[in-house]
């Protein structure tokens, strides 16, 4: 996972896209992974539990878990890997207020049902902008 990240992270530098992590492993193993795997993008330790203050605000329950928000802040997909995630990047970066993504015609996706099909995960929210996971009135811990 981590490999891939770093290259999105590279890949992305120029674009409206961020990386945030949440480690839920004991301080000792959570630094030492950020060392050992360069982690060079924004990460918390949520309390060295499965049941820390971040996990529980967002609902997580299994591990690893990503969620992909849109410019808004609205969950618009859970859980893509691989290839799922340039395709849901692909989805995604389009929708950003006067920005135009360059990519090529077979890297086009048409929609979020296209991308939640190849990765068998269903999109989190069905038209942009509704957030059904988290109310955009609440705050972060």
């Known amino acids: 996972m981590y490999p891939h990240e770093r290259s ?11 990386i945030i ?10 630094r030492k992974a950020i060392e050992r795997e360069d982690i060079t ?7 060295g ?7 529980t605000f967002w609902g997580v329950s299994g591990w690893p878990t990503t969620c992909w928000l849109d410019h808004e802040g609205g969950i618009r ?22 920005r135009t993504l360059k990519v090529d015609a ?21 038209n942009a902008g509704e957030d059904v996971d988290v109310p955009a009135d609440r705050d972060a811990p």
């Open 77 to 98: 997909f859970k859980n893509v890997r691989g290839k799922g995630v340039d395709n849901a990047l692909v989805e995604l970066l389009p929708k950003v207020p006067g």
């Open 8 to 18: 999105l992270v590279e890949e992305m530098k120029d674009e409206p896209f961020v």
């Open 21 to 30: 992590g949440v480690n839920s492993d004991n301080e000792e193993q959570y």
């Open 49 to 55: 539990s499965t049941g820390g203050p971040i996990a």
């Open 41 to 47: 993008w924004r990460s918390f330790y949520d309390g």
């Open 106 to 126: 077979g890297d086009v996706v048409s929609s979020a049902e296209s991308v939640a099909k190849e990765n068998s995960a269903e999109p989190a929210v069905a």
